[in-house]
């Protein structure tokens, strides 16, 4: 069964007046090569990039190209509110050597087809970097349909797609068009399941809060262990779920990144860090005693 391709949508570290904590990038990033990422994306959804400062956003991206250098495929999310807004980090993208640029569809005002196709191909006209599509329906409200892909697949600079919550959508384009353009899934609840099905390129942010799980459900895999994969992805899933449904996930992902020894902090006001009693439930939570042992090996790293 392949390993697949692993991409981790990693979280952006900040001070608390939203500048970025390059310390805490640096052991971010480090933490995922050092547990065998293929690739990380900067400035996903993960790391909020809507909502970071222009010169937070300029600072990642130099940053993390920096320290990642040599390491593996390095791709940046430049998806804006607008057209224009998009266009001009792309811009500012052509003048870093990067992998790939990962653009959603707009998603305040949002587009009809023919618009999403004019969209996309107008973005790529501009980008030096190969350009993907970022299907998220869940967020953008527009479910990107299979001619619309066929015919953005056809643009020679739009390479493929990371579509999310649309399992049988990427199935589908895998089957049809699969072979000339790239489809990337995000299907945390089914890593195991979802290689064995074929589904060799994936991305989540989960696999980034988490590497040392995702980096040991891999070696299951190779060996043949499907019982322990499945065990690891229930972990991961375990994992997402608490960070979806907490009331703070700001604060409750800054807390997993401190177990893992990254400063910094993943909210933005007026959220703030867990209080001491979440805190407390959450260091006696049994997902952090499944989770601990190669966390406190990352501490002391």
């Not at 056809?154 to 990427?170: D, L, T």
């Not at 980096?215 to 060996?223: D, E």
């Not at 262990?225 to 703070?248: E, F, H, K, T, W």
């Amino acid at each position: 069964m392949s390993l697949g391709t692993f991409i981790h949508a990693i979280c952006t570290p900040l001070h608390e007046d939203e500048t970025l904590h390059r310390d805490g990038l640096e052991t971010h990033l480090r933490d995922q090569w050092d547990h065998g990422a293929d690739g990380v994306l900067v400035g996903g959804s993960m790391g909020m990039m809507q909502l970071l400062r222009d010169a937070t956003y300029r600072d990642l991206v130099e940053h993390g190209v920096k320290v990642s250098a040599g390491r593996g495929e390095v791709l940046v999310g430049a998806g804006d509110t607008s057209f224009g807004r998009t266009r001009d980090r792309i811009e500012f993208l052509n003048g870093h050597r990067i992998d790939g640029v990962v653009v959603l569809a707009p998603y305040l005002f949002r587009s009809r087809k023919p618009n999403l196709e004019r969209y996309f191909k107008s973005l790529a006209d501009v980008s030096k970097a190969p350009l993907f599509i970022y299907d998220l329906p869940a967020v953008t409200g527009a479910d990107i349909s299979l001619d619309t892909y066929a015919a953005l697949a056809a643009h020679p600079n739009i390479h493929g797609a990371k579509v999310s919550g649309r399992f049988m959508v990427a199935r589908q384009l895998i089957d049809t068009i699969g072979e000339k353009f790239r489809v990337i899934i995000a299907e945390p609840d089914m890593v195991d399941l979802s290689l064995a099905q074929g589904f060799d390129q994936q991305l989540d942010g989960i696999f980034a809060v988490a590497p040392h799980i995702l980096s040991r459900l891999r070696r299951a895999v190779a060996a043949g262990d499907m019982q322990q994969a499945g065990s690891d992805g229930n972990l991961l899933v375990r994992l997402r779920n608490q960070i979806r449904d907490a009331a703070n996930g700001g604060g409750l992902v800054t807390a997993w990144l401190e177990l893992r020894g990254v400063q910094g902090c993943a909210y933005f006001p007026p959220s703030g860090p867990l209080t001491d009693a979440e805190r407390t439930e959450l260091l006696t939570d049994d997902l952090v005693k499944e989770l601990s042992a190669d966390t406190v090996a990352a501490r002391a790293r």
